[in-house]
């Protein structure tokens, strides 16, 4: 597993309150130091507060220390540019350099600029040696802005992380610890419904149907998908394994499928939030394969929308689980061949390079806002076209520059496509320069 850059003995800073969920986790309050004690989980490390309490506490709720821009209430972390704007429309406020002119309700954006000299600056002639000097300076002044930064529109206090299981060393979980609230859909697997933990955690529950999953195979498994912790993956919490059916227990994502999401929610998207999509998607991906994790089964059905318009990739790795033959069986009619390459469709040869082909064809639905790809193919046909070179066709909301990303994942070859850490890259490049 990837580590972040922390060590025994460091003192950090509580970026969110976080309320202990078992007896071996610590209490953390924002914005107060700890030092850290044990960092043999990567999820979880052990930690002193000042009063010499002792404990473990999420890795991704602390910052390594309160000299960076994490201190600021006006910094918003890992948030992209809809977001961005989506969060000023709710405000009606100034965002950090974000700045939205209520009276006809645009919204501005400014890159930070640096002299040659380091200095720091948005308008020309203002020069600051730092960041905070630089905002400090334009919440009073304009000066060449549209508008002075006259108020701190933050995203902190509604989106801490999960945590990479609902506490330290809880993969199993109590089944009468939880509450079914309403059924959200039926899966591959069986029913899957929106529940609470403790009666206050959010929560998705599937219920595994007898016979539909190789059980033992995928609760060992389980252990090492719970560590497996990204903004863009939807977080494994737990399951339930001392009855029958199974839990599987998994965040809450509000917005549900992106699929559905695609077809029935988004009106006239821009093309930025299209790309957003792809990045967010690419990024959950790109720490699947720096993890050597193949999830087999990508689409945009198995990819879902927070209550922020975040993507996150979902189920990856569960299709190694099913007792299906028509899903296991590439001649099977449940099989995904709408999104497997050459080398699936004729050998079942998975790899990280057939999860890449699979994005292309995700960025295909998304940029056709849920389109069925080779929608006039039954699967026959599609394994006839596309082992005989054929490609899907342009999307009308995509420029060349997005369908030639699309066109790198679909190669022939599967070591001439890009990883996941280039199309990152270059989907972030791309939108910078829109």
Same mark, same amino acid.
């Given at each position: 597993?990837?580590?972040?850059?922390?060590?025994?003995g460091?003192?950090?800073?509580?970026?969110?309150?976080? @309320?202990?969920?078992?007896?071996?986790d610590?209490?953390?309050? +924002?914005?107060?130091?700890?030092? &850290?004690?044990? !960092?043999?989980?990567?999820?979880?490390?052990?930690?002193?507060?000042?009063?010499?309490?002792?404990?473990?506490?999420?890795?991704?709720?602390? %910052?390594?220390?309160?000299?960076?821009?994490?201190?600021?209430?006006?910094?918003?972390?890992?948030?992209?540019?809809?977001q961005?704007?989506?969060?000023?429309?709710?405000?009606?406020?100034?965002?950090?350099?974000?700045?939205?002119?209520?009276t @006809?309700?645009?919204?501005?954006?400014?890159?930070?600029?640096?002299? %040659?000299?380091?200095?720091?600056? &948005? $308008?020309?002639?203002?020069?600051?040696?730092?960041?905070?000097?630089? !905002?400090?300076? /334009?919440?009073?002044?304009? $000066?060449?802005l549209?508008? #002075? *930064?006259?108020?701190?529109?933050?995203?902190?206090?509604?989106?801490?992380?999960?945590? %990479?299981?609902?506490?330290?060393?809880?993969?199993?979980i109590?089944?009468?610890?939880?509450?079914?609230?309403?059924?959200?859909?039926?899966?591959?697997?069986?029913?899957?419904?929106?529940?609470?933990?403790?009666? #206050?955690?959010?929560?998705?529950?599937?219920?595994?149907?007898?016979?539909?999953?190789?059980?033992?195979?995928?609760?060992?498994? $389980?252990?090492?998908?719970m560590?497996?912790c990204?903004?863009?993956?939807?977080?494994?919490y737990?399951?339930?394994?001392?009855?029958?059916?199974?839990?599987?227990?998994?965040?809450?994502? $509000?917005?549900?499928?992106?699929?559905?999401? &695609?077809?029935?929610?988004?009106?006239?998207?821009?093309?930025?939030? &299209?790309?957003?999509?792809? +990045?967010?998607?690419?990024?959950?991906?790109?720490?699947?394969?720096?993890?050597?994790?193949?999830? #087999?089964?990508? %689409?945009? #059905?198995?990819?879902?929308?927070?209550?922020?318009?975040?993507?996150?990739?979902?189920?990856?790795?569960?299709?190694?689980?099913? *007792?299906?033959?028509?899903?296991?069986?590439? @001649?099977?009619?449940?099989?995904?061949?709408?999104?497997?390459?050459?080398e699936?469709?004729?050998?079942?040869?998975?790899?990280? +390079?057939?999860?890449?082909?699979?994005?292309?064809?995700?960025m295909?639905?998304?940029?056709?806002?849920?389109?069925?790809p080779?929608?006039?193919?039954?699967?026959?046909?599609?394994?006839?076209?596309?082992?005989?070179? /054929?490609? *899907?066709?342009?999307?009308? *909301?995509?420029?060349?520059?997005?369908?030639?990303?699309?066109?790198?994942?679909?190669?022939?070859?599967?070591?001439?496509?890009?990883?996941?850490?280039?199309?990152?890259m270059?989907?972030?490049?791309?939108?910078?320069?829109?």
């Amino acid at each position: 597993m990837l580590t972040p850059g922390f060590s025994v003995g460091m003192t950090v800073v509580a970026e969110y309150e976080y @309320v202990p969920m078992t007896p071996h986790d610590l209490e953390l309050r +924002k914005d107060e130091e700890y030092t &850290l004690l044990e !960092i043999n989980d990567p999820n979880w490390f052990k930690a002193s507060d000042k009063y010499g309490n002792e404990g473990y506490i999420p890795s991704n709720y602390i %910052a390594q220390a309160l000299n960076g821009l994490e201190k600021y209430d006006w910094y918003c972390k890992n948030i992209n540019r809809s977001q961005a704007e989506n969060l000023l429309k709710t405000e009606v406020k100034f965002h950090f350099l974000s700045l939205s002119r209520e009276t @006809v309700g645009s919204c501005r954006h400014y890159n930070i600029c640096v002299t %040659a000299e380091g200095q720091f600056y &948005l $308008a020309e002639k203002h020069n600051f040696s730092s960041i905070p000097e630089l !905002i400090n300076y /334009h919440q009073h002044n304009a $000066a060449g802005l549209v508008s #002075r *930064l006259k108020y701190i529109v933050s995203n902190r206090a509604q989106s801490a992380p999960c945590t %990479a299981g609902l506490g330290y060393g809880s993969w199993e979980i109590d089944p009468h610890q939880l509450t079914f609230i309403r059924e959200l859909g039926n899966g591959q697997f069986g029913v899957v419904k929106y529940g609470k933990w403790q009666g #206050r955690h959010d929560v998705a529950i599937k219920m595994v149907k007898e016979g539909s999953m190789s059980e033992d195979d995928f609760i060992e498994e $389980a252990k090492f998908m719970m560590k497996l912790c990204h903004k863009n993956l939807v977080q494994l919490y737990g399951v339930c394994t001392k009855q029958r059916p199974i839990y599987i227990v998994t965040e809450y994502l $509000a917005n549900g499928c992106l699929l559905n999401y &695609l077809r029935d929610v988004l009106q006239h998207p821009s093309s930025i939030l &299209l790309l957003e999509m792809c +990045k967010d998607v690419s990024e959950g991906m790109s720490y699947l394969e720096d993890n050597q994790y193949i999830h #087999r089964d990508l %689409a945009a #059905r198995n990819c879902l929308v927070d209550s922020n318009g975040t993507i996150k990739v979902t189920d990856f790795g569960l299709s190694r689980y099913v *007792l299906d033959d028509e899903y296991t069986s590439s @001649v099977g009619s449940k099989f995904p061949v709408r999104w497997s390459p050459p080398e699936v469709l004729l050998y079942c040869k998975f790899s990280s +390079k057939s999860d890449i082909w699979a994005f292309g064809v995700l960025m295909w639905e998304v940029y056709t806002l849920g389109r069925m790809p080779y929608d006039r193919w039954n699967n026959t046909e599609i394994v006839e076209k596309i082992t005989a070179g /054929h490609r *899907l066709y342009r999307p009308q *909301l995509a420029n060349d520059k997005v369908y030639s990303i699309m066109n790198s994942c679909w190669h022939e070859r599967p070591d001439e496509r890009p990883t996941f850490n280039d199309l990152v890259m270059t989907i972030k490049d791309l939108l910078f320069n829109m």
